[in-house]
Structures are given as C-alpha cells and as structure tokens.
C-alpha cells in the first residue's frame, strides 16, 4: 500500500534482472571447476550460488503474480532456510565434506594427467586437507598408475616427512654461509658467533628463517642497549 501501483510492479520485475547476475556466477563458477576441478572453496561457492539461485527465482516469481505483493517471499524464505540447514549438515559431516570432495578431484586430475606434476599441489593434500589429505598422500606414496609414478611417490614421501609446513627443508649453512645472508650495520660492527648461532637455531619465527633462505641479505642493526660502550 505504500508504494504506487507503478513502483510495486517495478519492483516485482526488477528482481528477474537478478537472473541474470547469477546465471553468470554459475557460468563462471563452471568455467573454473571445468579448469581446475574442484576445491574446498568451490564446494562453498556452488553451494553460495545455489542459496542465491532459490532467493531470486522464488523472489522473481512474484513479477507473475500481481496480488498480494512479492508473494513468493514467503514460501521462498521457508525453503531457502531448509535447504541451508540440510547443505551446511552435509558440507560439515562426511555426508559431503568439502575436503574430501576436492581431494578425490584433485587426485582424479592427477590420475588422468589433467594436471601435471609441478603444478599438482602437494601442500594442500599434507596440510590442509585434513584425513582426507594424509591418505590420499599415502596412496601417492603407495604409488599409483601414472607415467611419472616414481616421481609421484618420491614427492609424496617427501611431504609426508615434513614436520612443518614452513621451511623444514631448510638447508644446514655453516658460519661464513650464515654471515653472508645478513648485512651487519653498523658497517664497522661484527656479529657475535653466538648470537649468530642462536639466530639460526630459532624454530618459531619465520621472518628470521627466511632470512637464512632468501638470496639477498637481511640486515641486523647492532645498538649499544644498555650503555655498556657494547654492541648487543
């Protein structure tokens, strides 16, 4: 009642321009699976553009019904919300979890040669995809039928080994190799063996490991902190 007749009706239609927009976001959202298979976050955005798809076409089924206004919202509400309750019971359970859906693609990209070696991702399968990962890792380590299966189970060993994700194969350097890797200001000043050593030896900061990794140098300003006439 608030709104002119003119201005309802307008309304009412406005929302088929929404078809459109998601009808792109499922053309692109298939694009990308059809490239790349499927991933965790893939699993979510179709299920994203499923609750969007209800919305609009239940909302848009109004423009067809002139009384009373925007009819469809209710039914539409009523069963966007069931199919949210039941998707998000599924994509959180193992009735359909997301990990292990993009595992199984990944793993059927790399059976089929669809993806090659260098670009399959390791990393994901050892830290991110839960148990779903770690037996998938396994079954590449077991070996499987592939042209590079050698290859395969090497890498898989390898990343089964690691203990963490971030530079554990960082290389042992001895200490004219640690001393090139940093750039001691002032210029004058000279590293303490010690310090140096216990730089290197530091397991929870990555910063400084990487300092130890990257090929240009990092710099290490020495101050006199507590006025003893010493470089700390």
């Known amino acids: 009642p608030p709104y002119a007749a ?10 088929l321009g929404l078809l459109v927009v998601v009808s792109v ?3 692109a959202m298939g694009l990308r699976i059809a490239q790349y298979g499927w991933s965790e976050d893939r699993v979510w955005g179709v299920f994203v553009a499923l609750m969007a798809s209800i919305y609009v076409v239940g909302y848009a089924l109004s423009a067809w019904r002139a009384k009373p206004w925007l ?4 039914l539409t509400n009523v069963i966007a919300a069931v199919v949210l309750c039941l998707g998000l019971l599924a994509l ?14 990944q793993m059927q990209r790399l059976s089929a040669q669809t993806v090659t070696l260098e670009k399959f991702d390791f990393a994901y399968l050892r ?7 770690r037996e998938a890792l396994a079954n ?3 070996g499987i039928a592939h042209p590079e299966q050698a290859a395969i189970t090497a890498k898989a060993q390898l990343f089964i080994a690691k203990t963490q994700r971030w530079n554990s194969d960082k290389a042992v350097l001895d200490t004219a190799q640690l001393r090139s890797k940093l750039r001691v200001l002032p210029s004058q000043a000279v590293l303490d063996e010690k310090l140096l050593s216990a730089m290197a030896a530091e397991k929870d900061h990555w910063p400084l490991e990487r300092c130890f990794q990257l090929n240009s140098a990092c710099a290490v300003w020495l101050v006199d902190v507590n006025n003893d006439k010493r470089l700390d």
């Not at 009819?71 to 209710?74: D, E, F, H, L, R």
């Not at 959180?92 to 693609?105: E, G, K, Q, W, Y």
């Not at 830290?127 to 990962?133: D, Q, S």
């Open 140 to 142: 590449l380590a077991a």
């Open 71 to 74: 009819a469809s919202i209710s």
């Open 127 to 133: 830290w991110e995809a839960g148990l779903y990962g």
């Open 25 to 27: 976001a499922w053309w």
């Open 92 to 105: 959180l359970t193992p009735l359909a979890d997301a990990r292990r859906i993009a595992v199984n693609s």
């Open 6 to 15: 003119w201005l309802s009706r307008g309304l009412a239609w406005a929302w």
